[in-house]
Nanobody
Framework: QVQVVESGGGLVQAGDSLRLSCAASGHTFSSYAMGWFRQAPGSEREIVAAINTGGTSTYYTDSVKGRFTISRDDAKNTVYLRMNSLKPEDTAVYYC?????????????????????WGQGTQVTVSS
């Protein structure tokens, strides 16, 4: 079992950048596929980006392609979300999620139902 804790959110202006971090507990972080989701008030939780075990495959929702980058550092048990050129519509609570993989896989996962472990979220607010 893994526990994940997000950090790095805040209030920024449109065009600014932020880097979110998700620190995971445990000794098997490299065996987890990871995802970043976000949820705005009144909206469903949606995928932002995902990365497989090993960090060789990534997925981005269309609205963030070219602006956001997901990466992982297994030595630090951490996954990151670098967010550039932020827009007011990026405002949401951002959640980190983890899915245990028992064999090496190039798969990433884009549905909240694919993940068993979730952090508490970090607020990102982008002002215009």
């Amino acid at each position: 079992q893994v526990q994940v804790v997000e950090s790095g959110g805040g209030l920024v202006q449109a065009g600014d950048s932020l880097r979110l971090s998700c620190a995971a507990s445990g000794h098997t972080f490299s065996s987890y596929a990871m995802g970043w989701f976000r949820q705005a008030p009144g909206s469903e939780r949606e995928i932002v980006a995902a990365i497989n075990t090993g960090g060789t495959s990534t997925y981005y929702t269309d609205s963030v392609k070219g602006r956001f980058t997901i990466s992982r550092d297994d030595a630090k048990n951490t996954v990151y979300l670098r967010m550039n050129s932020l827009k007011p519509e990026d405002t949401a609570v951002y959640y980190c999620a983890a899915r245990r993989e028992y064999v090496f896989s190039n798969d990433y996962y884009s549905s909240p139902n694919d993940y068993a472990y979730w952090g508490q979220g970090t607020q990102v607010t982008v002002s215009s």
